[in-house]
Nanobody
């Protein structure tokens, strides 16, 4: 019943910034946990960050701490991922996912968007 659509990806130079958006429809946003995952070619999909329902907690992958920030705007039914100081290793397709509670495993999240490509390159 839940639909998620990502936007904001693109090409950026190392050290640059992007803001990804995840627009959610079908249910009340605040009662879902929303995570961002990414998948690079030849690699497994990995959890990047998650914000829990009612903003109880946030969880960040160690390699993005201090660079990425997740936030939620319930009035706009949108979750944002602000990405600063981007590195080439951040290059991946980024996916928005939703479930009752956060999970680091993609298999623990029930609802997914189709992804948006982020390329960090000179």
């Amino acid at each position: 019943q839940l639909q998620l659509v990502e936007s904001g990806g693109g090409l950026v130079q190392p050290g640059g910034s992007l803001r990804l958006s995840c627009t959610v429809s079908g249910r009340t946003l605040n009662y879902y946990s929303i995570g961002w995952f990414r998948q690079a070619p030849g690699k497994e999909r990995e959890g990047v960050v998650c914000i829990s329902m009612n903003d109880i907690s946030t969880y960040y992958k160690d390699s993005v701490k201090g660079r990425f920030t997740i936030s939620r705007d319930n009035a706009k039914n949108t979750v944002y991922l602000q990405m600063n100081s981007l590195k080439p290793e951040d290059t991946a397709v980024y996916y928005c996912a939703a479930d009752t509670w956060c999970s680091w495993s993609p298999y623990g999240m029930d609802y997914w968007g189709n992804g948006t490509l982020v390329t960090v390159s000179s």
